[in-house]
């Protein structure tokens, strides 16, 4: 399992293979993300064990952005949108924001969320 | 003729006859399919999450409960340290889907099929852990009727389950293509769309397990 892993794929290009050629991650690369997403989650539960941290206003916002930088992860460097056509970042990024505004507008509407002014 | 160029020209492109986008179809069509589960999940989380702390009756997910009918104590249900280890599983899954993937484009056959048969069993693993996870909360008195936290619990974690459970099936077809007559470069296409969405139900869980089982 050598850094021989790094490769070029042009399963997306044709005509413009400038435009499309992307290069996927390495061994170590992918070695390293998996290492980082272990020790977030390890951090994760830990937090959730620790009485005087998750009274605090800080516990819900710590580990939202916790699990949102470990999906950001695994969607740059596992799904490779990091690197590949902007079309698919698009199609997934799209989508999901438009799912997350409709998610915190149902959690207002039915009383979960407030904003004080 | 033209269709010995067509070939010609897939061949160069990497296996995907010429498309208006330059971009291969199949792959086009996963991140849409993804794109549409992305909306499917968020229902699923916001029907959890309305619906959280409005259970009238126990067991509850992170307090324990006293039935004032028979005066039976029900534990917190949630069992954090199995669901980390599950979590960790399927995290290691998707870790041995990008070399799955990796080996295929790189014409290693051996490889391709240990870290295939890898991203499978992980994937039975974590099924294994639900089904215990289930078995568990139903002996311990939740099932999907006792309250809108079983209810929608089981609903949002069995579904992701059926995902899950999907994607080992197109793993193992995949595992017994690459036994049966092997995998090659120009068909790495197929584990990048079968990876796509196997790494979609992993950021799906990373999501469920911060919403559902971390914040209490």
């Known amino acids: 399992m050598a850094a021989d892993h790094s490769h070029s794929t042009t399963h997306d290009s044709h005509g413009d293979a400038s435009a499309h050629e992307h290069t996927h991650p390495d061994w170590g690369t992918y070695k390293w993300v998996a290492l980082i997403l272990t020790l977030i989650t390890a951090l994760e539960v830990w937090i959730y064990y620790i009485p005087s941290f998750t009274a605090t206003k800080l516990f819900v916002p710590t580990l939202l952005i916790l699990s949102a930088i470990k999906f950001t992860i695994v969607v740059m460097f596992y799904m490779h949108l990091k690197y590949d056509a902007k079309l698919f970042r698009a199609l997934f990024v799209g989508p999901l924001v438009l799912a997350s505004f409709t998610l915190v507008g149902l959690l207002f509407l039915f009383g979960h969320l407030k904003i004080h002014f | ?216």
């Open chain 2, 1 to 216: 003729m033209a269709t010995a160029a067509i070939d010609t020209h897939a061949a160069h492109a990497g296996g995907h006859p010429p498309t208006s986008t330059g971009l291969n179809n199949t792959k086009i069509a996963i991140w849409a399919f993804i794109g549409s589960e992305c909306f499917f999940f968020a229902s699923l989380i916001s029907t959890y999450l309305i619906y959280r702390g409005r259970s009238l009756v126990g067991p509850f997910p992170h307090e324990a409960w006293t039935d004032p009918a028979t005066g039976h104590v029900f534990p917190a249900i949630l069992n954090i340290p199995v669901t980390s280890v599950s979590t960790f599983v399927l995290l290691m899954s998707s870790l041995a889907m990008v070399l799955a993937h990796s080996a295929v484009v790189r014409g290693d056959r051996k490889s391709s099929k240990i870290w295939l048969a890898a991203t499978a069993i992980l994937g039975a693993v974590f099924l294994g852990f639900q089904a215990y996870e289930f078995t568990s909360f139903v002996h311990e008195g939740l099932t999907i009727h006792t309250n809108l936290f079983g209810s929608s619990f089981f609903i949002l974690t069995g579904f992701h389950g059926a995902h899950v459970t999907a994607g080992v099936i197109w793993l193992l077809t995949l595992l017994f293509i690459d036994m049966k007559r092997g995998l090659t470069p120009e068909e790495a296409i197929n584990v990048d769309v079968c990876a796509l969405y196997w790494h979609f139900v992993d950021v799906v869980w990373i999501a469920i397990f911060t919403l559902v089982y971390l914040i209490k």
